[in-house]
T-cell receptor, first 117, second 114 residues
C-alpha cells in the first residue's frame, strides 16, 4: 500500500533556529516523487520542495532542504533559520504510478509548526 | 501568469442537496485534480481530469462527479450531500499528467453541510 506517515502532530521552534519535520513513506514502486507543502490558515497549499526517487542529491530550495534517506524510506523536511511566517501546517506527499499516477498525490496527516519569537 | 482560482470561497448546504464547485486552472495547464480535506486531516485525492477526460479516481462514491471544459477549467459536483462531505475542497492544476509535474493549488472552497 502507498502510505505517508507524519508522526509529529505539532512542533515548536524558536525564531532563527532550525527545525526538522519527519516523514516516512511506504511504496513498492521504484519510481516515485516526494513533496512537501505548506498550508497556512488561509487554506492554500504552497509547494516547498520536491525529491525524485532517483535523485542522487538531497533537494534544496532556499531555507528548505529535504533529508532523503532512501533505505529508511524517510524524507524529512529541514527548515533553517525559522521565521514567524513559517508557522503553518506542513504536509508530506508522495506520487507514483502505483498510487494511480504521478499527478495523484497521497498526503500524510500533517505537522503543525509554531514558530515563537 | 494567472494562478489557480476557485469559487465560491465558502458554501453552506443541507443534507440531500447538490453542490457545484468551480476551478480555473493556471494559465497553460491542462490537468486539474480535486482533493477533499476534512478538518485536521491531509487532503484526499478525489479525481483528476486531463484534456477533458477523467484520468484517475480515488476512493469516492459516484455521487462525486466532475467535468473539465475546453479551456481546462473544471467543476466538481456532489449529489445527495451528507454531513461527512463537510470539508475544504482543493483544486490543483499542472501541465501534463505524467512524470514530475508540480501541482499548483487554489485557495479551496470550504463546504459546510448541515
Amino acid at each position: 500500500a502507498q502510505k505517508i506517515t507524519q508522526t509529529q502532530p505539532g512542533m515548536f521552534v524558536q525564531e532563527k533556529e532550525a527545525v526538522t519535520l519527519d516523514c516516512t513513506y511506504d511504496t513498492s514502486d521504484p519510481s516515485y516523487g516526494l513533496f512537501w507543502y505548506k498550508q497556512p490558515s488561509s487554506g492554500e497549499m504552497i509547494f516547498l520542495i520536491y525529491q525524485g526517487s532517483y535523485d542522487q542529491q538531497n533537494a534544496t530550495e532556499g531555507r528548505y532542504s529535504l533529508n532523503f534517506q532512501k533505505a529508511r524510506k524517510s524524507a524529512n523536511l529541514v527548515i533553517s533559520a525559522s521565521q514567524l511566517g513559517d508557522s503553518a501546517m506542513y504536509f508530506c506527499a508522495m506520487s507514483s504510478m502505483l498510487s494511480g499516477g504521478y499527478n495523484k498525490l497521497i498526503f500524510g496527516a500533517g505537522t503543525r509548526l509554531a514558530v515563537h519569537p | 501568469e494567472t494562478g489557480v482560482t476557485q469559487s465560491p470561497t465558502h458554501l453552506i448546504k443541507t443534507r440531500g442537496q447538490q453542490v457545484t464547485l468551480r476551478c480555473s486552472s493556471q494559465s497553460g495547464h491542462n490537468t486539474v485534480s480535486w482533493y477533499q480535506q476534512a478538518l485536521g486531516q491531509g487532503p484526499q485525492f478525489i479525481f483528476q481530469y486531463y484534456r477533458e477526460e477523467e484520468n484517475g479516481r480515488g476512493n469516492f462514491p459516484p455521487r462525486f462527479s466532475g467535468l473539465q471544459f475546453p479551456n481546462y477549467s473544471s467543476e466538481l459536483n456532489v449529489n445527495a450531500l451528507e454531513l461527512d462531505d463537510s470539508a475544504l475542497y482543493l483544486c490543483a492544476s499542472s501541465l501534463g499528467s505524467g512524470g514530475r509535474n508540480e501541482q499548483f493549488f487554489g485557495p479551496g472552497t470550504r463546504l459546510t453541510v448541515l
